[in-house]
Nanobody
Framework: QLQLVESGGGLAQPGGSLRLSCAAS????????IGWFRQAPGKEREGVAC????????NYGDSMKGRFTISRDNAANTVYLQMNRLRPEDTAVYYC????????????????WGQGTQVTVSS
């Protein structure tokens, strides 16, 4: 089955940037919609960004619009999340997930998940 591995997390200062990667193996990513989710301690998992299988549709959580950008490189079988102007409230474990065709903001709609990467925004 599809396997996903996130990387690129770490410590960033407020106002800084990080780029997360989600590398897929065993199947081509361009058959799937890819979503990024995050979960902070004591909070529910929330949608961050998503790109549909066709790449025509992208959407973002309200607090991420204008700061985060999702992109994909099908040749590398990798999806990226560029995060700029980071805030302390962006601190969370970030996950990528895959589902057929189109995006949703509902984590339970995604059958394939990576293991997560920690992002900490602190001065």
């Amino acid at each position: 089955q599809l396997q996903l591995v996130e990387s690129g997390g770490g410590l960033a200062q407020p106002g800084g940037s990080l780029r997360l990667s989600c590398a897929a193996s065993r199947f081509p990513l361009d058959d799937y919609a890819i979503g990024w989710f995050r979960q902070a301690p004591g909070k529910e998992r929330e949608g961050v960004a998503c790109m549909s299988e066709s790449v025509r549709d992208t959407n973002y959580g309200d607090s991420m619009k204008g700061r985060f950008t999702i992109s994909r490189d099908n040749a590398a079988n990798t999806v990226y999340l560029q995060m700029n102007r980071l805030r302390p409230e962006d601190t969370a474990v970030y996950y990528c997930a895959a589902r057929p065709f189109y995006c949703t903001q509902i984590p339970d709609d995604y059958p394939y998940w990576g293991q997560g990467t920690q992002v900490t925004v602190s001065s």
